[in-house]
Nanobody, 123 residues
Framework: QVQLVESGGGLVQAGGSLRLSCAAS????????MAWFRQAPGGEREFVSA????????DYADDVKDRFTISRDNLKNTVYLQMNSLKPEDTAVYYC????????????????WGQGTQVTVSS
């Protein structure tokens, strides 16, 4: 069992930055691929970014590529999402997810989810 707790969300002006963190419980963090998804009001949960167990193969949705950076620290059992040049359309609840031994863009592939953290970008 893995528990995920996100933090770092908040209110920021367009063009600003935020850094999300997701702390995982347990001693097997390095066996999980990690990802960030987001869900805007009235919208479906969508893929944002993913990172492999070793951290060497990040993947990004087209609309966040070159603005967001995913990283992980396996010693701290934490995955991060650095978000720069934020836009109002980035406003959403951001969720951290873990998938045993893999990653991918499909929600259904992930085994564990956090409770989410709200990111609001004002224009």
């Amino acid at each position: 069992q893995v528990q995920l707790v996100e933090s770092g969300g908040g209110l920021v002006q367009a063009g600003g930055s935020l850094r999300l963190s997701c702390a995982a419980s347990g001693r097997t963090f390095s066996t999980y691929g990690m990802a960030w998804f987001r869900q805007a009001p009235g919208g479906e949960r969508e893929f944002v970014s993913a990172i492999s167990r070793s951290g060497d193969t990040p993947d990004y949705a087209d609309d966040v590529k070159d603005r967001f950076t995913i990283s992980r620290d396996n010693l701290k059992n934490t995955v991060y999402l650095q978000m720069n040049s934020l836009k109002p359309e980035d406003t959403a609840v951001y969720y951290c997810a873990a998938r045993w031994l893999g990653t991918g863009r499909a929600l259904s592939k992930y085994d564990y989810w956090g409770q989410g953290t709200q990111v609001t970008v004002s224009s």
